[in-house]
């Protein structure tokens, strides 16, 4: 289905490609930064060498600054993807809704198509424009992350990947409780729609007949289950950051409690320490991210099984 809405990405497929190369050079840059900053320590701080240490921090800066042009230039490339994809997915759809018979339009109703034009399809965009950079970054920063801190020290990163699984089964827990609701969160938008769509057609009969409590009535109704149906999805949805959360401080916490005992005894440095936690924070907002991309992308399935439904909707006689 995935696969479906992004070939309307035709032309803006350039920029994607951009985008994720951006990203992908910009993590290995900021890779980098902790393994200069640990030599800094362990042989600049250490040895009192002021030289060494201007060096090594003007290494840092220069892969800070590449790191901040090629991050300006991803925002910019993903955001062109994002929207043009958004533009053609609701241009194939406008012109899908003028080969609809009456029966079609009744079919989905007018409110819903409004919504499968606006809503839905601003969910996918905003879905490739804001969650490419994270979809790109969590791969790079996860493998490359991983592998350098195995070559620091193998126990401190034993201690880290104990923390994977449970990190794994809280995503696969929320992904599975909150997917189904977002589909009726864009139900209850369809049905908030109709409400309006219907009291504005029929406004000059609501006020001949003096039914506007009534009109009033029926749309808090629905906006009350919008509300309800809202406050269900993203109240699971947002249990993902402090649930990643609490087994990220857990994970700092152990790996100080092993790192100090490694340094006591001589098989660590601080710097090498230093230089592992930055690599763990680096690993853990990855994943951090990733388990957004997946909430997104929960989300934007949604939307798009709506939005096909539109485009492949069979002409009724």
Do not use: W
Not at 159 to 172: D, G, S
Request: overall charge positive; proline content about 2%; aromatic content about 10%.
């Amino acid at each position: 289905m995935l696969r479906r809405i992004f070939s309307y990405m035709k032309q803006y497929k350039k920029y994607a490609y951009l985008a994720l190369i951006c990203i992908a050079v910009e993590a290995m840059l900021e890779l980098m930064v902790p393994m200069i900053m640990a030599d800094l320590i362990d042989n600049g701080v250490a040895n009192g060498d002021t030289h060494y240490i201007y060096v090594k921090g003007l290494q840092m800066a220069l892969c800070a600054l590449i790191a901040l042009v090629l991050g300006i230039g991803s925002a910019r490339f993903q955001s062109l993807a994002g929207q043009g994809l958004g533009a053609n997915i609701r241009k194939a759809e406008y012109e899908k809704l003028q080969s609809y018979s009456f029966s079609n339009i009744d079919h989905f109703r007018v409110s819903s198509l409004v919504t499968r034009l606006t809503s839905d399809v601003t969910n996918i965009q905003n879905s490739v424009s804001t969650g490419m950079r994270p979809f790109g970054r969590s791969p790079v920063m996860l493998i490359f992350a991983s592998s350098i801190a195995f070559t620091i020290n193998r126990t401190l990163a034993l201690v880290f990947f104990v923390a994977l699984p449970i990190l794994a089964t809280l995503l696969i827990i929320i992904i599975m409780k909150v997917r189904p609701l977002y589909g009726k969160m864009q139900n209850a938008i369809d049905l908030v729609n109709r409400s309006i769509q219907e009291n504005l057609t029929a406004i000059r009969v609501v006020k001949s007949y003096v039914r506007g409590d009534y009109e009033v009535d029926k749309f808090e109704q629905v906006n009350a289950n919008l509300k309800k149906e809202s406050e269900t999805a993203f109240g699971i949805a947002v249990l993902n950051m402090p649930a990643m959360q609490f087994v990220m401080y857990g994970t700092i916490i152990a790996i100080l409690f092993v790192g100090g005992h490694l340094i006591n005894a001589g098989q660590l440095k601080i710097g090498e320490l230093t230089s592992f936690l930055s690599y763990v924070l680096l690993i853990l907002n990855s994943l951090m991210m990733m388990s957004n991309v997946f909430l997104m992308m929960t989300r934007s399935l949604a939307s798009a099984s709506r939005i096909v439904e539109v485009l492949d909707e069979k002409r009724k006689f």
